[in-house]
């Protein structure tokens, strides 16, 4: 099994760009729901498998962007962080 750490780069560019409030994503909103669901669980992930470290921290700073940008279920990321 390959581990998601492998590509931290990737995903917080990605995170970021889907995020970011210049992004005018033309989807319909069932699918446009499916990525922020899975772009969230992707990032709690992330932070679970580096607490502690740099890319915790950057994995803090992109949920605090999905959270400024009223981005998904930001309130549920914060919410699960705050239980860890």
Not at 9 to 18: G, Q
């Amino acid at each position: 099994q390959v581990s998601i750490s492998n590509y931290t780069t990737i995903i917080f560019e990605t995170v970021s760009n889907i995020v970011s409030k210049n992004n005018k994503l033309k989807l319909e909103t069932y699918y446009y729901r499916r990525i922020e669901e899975y772009l969230s669980r992707l990032m709690i992930q992330l932070y679970d498998e580096h607490k502690g470290d740099d890319v915790a921290d950057n994995c803090l700073d992109i949920i605090d962007q999905m959270f400024e940008n009223e981005f998904g279920s930001s309130r549920i990321l914060i919410e699960e962080l705050m239980n860890k």
